[in-house]
């Protein structure tokens, strides 16, 4: 008899275009090639049985949804807030777990939220039975915490995310997105907004390279307005691109290097998706010294380079020194057995 698992999320809805929605929804792939799945979620997708788009009050309670989990008797419950370790979050997951009392309780939470001294006596006493969390910093809080817990890395899929076979395609590429053939490109995918640092890209495209955003499809008030994030960005040369790309691994294909410049540990989730999806693509990474990266990749196979937001450009103009280096080597393919063991163990 397969292992029954309730999975509770807020969204499980397209497009799957940043780092939570990409980890809910290959969660739930997994979970359900796997286990005997129920999954409730406030918005999601229409055409399997088992994915119960609901709504619910904050506290994610319901008499019906009860009502369920009792008759289908699961093992696990696992819950991914989409707005992290926040106090709202495990305040839910404290609820989530009431449904029924003998089951296993998992949280999975990818990056740190600020939590208030009391909020933290709270959590001390309501604490989850596991949380897996990619963030250095959240399983900090956690140990202190006394909450038990492990660092895990995240998923990517190596179907889709895999190096070109020429330069050819590269330069196809590059032509079918009106990108230029012929000039450096170093890219970088995701939200537009204050806390990622994107400013500190500006001193590259000066430089004579291009520098090319791509953003969610969630769309930040900081990029909007006449003195906005994204005009300021657009005005000083880089190409921002924020409509939903399909195929976001092309971009990462056709780049010279991807760039990561973000320092705040709020700015993103606690291992970026878009680094491990442009190693697997082939591509050589800078970046700042982030989350857990360092601990899970340390620089793979020397493709991986490490700065400060202020030595970017010194950072490129090395890189471009190494030209001809073959980058196409990853360790995502481990990182990914890592993760496979880590969410089967947890729910064993």
């Known amino acids: 008899m397969k292992t029954r698992i309730v999975l509770f999320t807020e969204f499980l809805d397209p497009p799957y275009d940043e780092g939570i929605k990409k980890t809910s929804y290959n969660l739930f792939t997994e979970l359900d090639a796997k286990y005997d799945l129920l999954v409730y979620c406030r918005k999601g997708f229409k055409g399997k049985e088992n994915v119960k788009t609901v709504n619910t009050n904050k506290l994610f309670y319901s008499k019906s949804i009860s009502y369920r989990i009792k008759h289908f008797k699961p093992d696990v419950i696992i819950y991914l807030p989409f707005a992290s370790a926040t106090f709202a979050s495990f305040l839910r997951m404290r609820n989530i777990s009431r449904y029924y009392a003998s089951a296993q309780k998992i949280m999975i939470a990818l990056q740190p939220k600020p939590i208030n001294k009391w909020q933290q006596v709270i959590i001390k006493t309501i604490k989850p039975q ?55 490109i170093i890219s970088h995918v995701g939200h537009l907004n204050e806390g990622r640092n994107l400013l500190s890209l500006i001193p590259l495209q000066s430089s004579d390279y291009q520098v090319v955003i791509i953003g969610s499809s969630s769309t930040p008030t900081d990029s909007i307005g006449p003195d906005s994030l994204r005009n300021k960005l657009i005005g000083a040369g880089i190409i921002v691109i924020d409509d ?105």
């Open 130 to 184: 596991l949380v897996l969390t990619p963030s250095p910093e959240l399983k900090q809080f956690l140990d202190f915490s006394n909450i038990s817990n492990k660092l895990f890395p995240l998923y990517t899929d190596l179907n889709r995310f895999k190096p070109l076979l020429s330069e050819s395609s590269k330069i196809k590429l590059r032509e079918k997105y009106n990108l230029p053939k012929d000039r450096f």
């Open 244 to 348: 939903y790309l399909d195929k976001i691994e092309e971009i990462y294909q056709l780049s010279d290097l991807y760039i990561f410049p973000v320092i705040n540990n709020t700015g993103s989730v606690g291992l970026p998706l878009s680094i491990l999806e442009a190693r697997a693509c082939g591509i050589p990474v800078l970046t700042t010294d982030f989350g857990s990266l360092k601990k899970f990749l340390d620089d793979d196979c020397k493709a991986i380079f490490y700065s400060e937001p202020d030595e970017f450009l010194s950072s490129v103009k090395m890189i471009i020194g190494k030209e001809g280096n073959d980058y196409t080597n990853s360790n995502i393919s481990k990182l990914n057995r890592k993760y496979f063991n880590i969410i089967y163990g947890a729910i064993s």
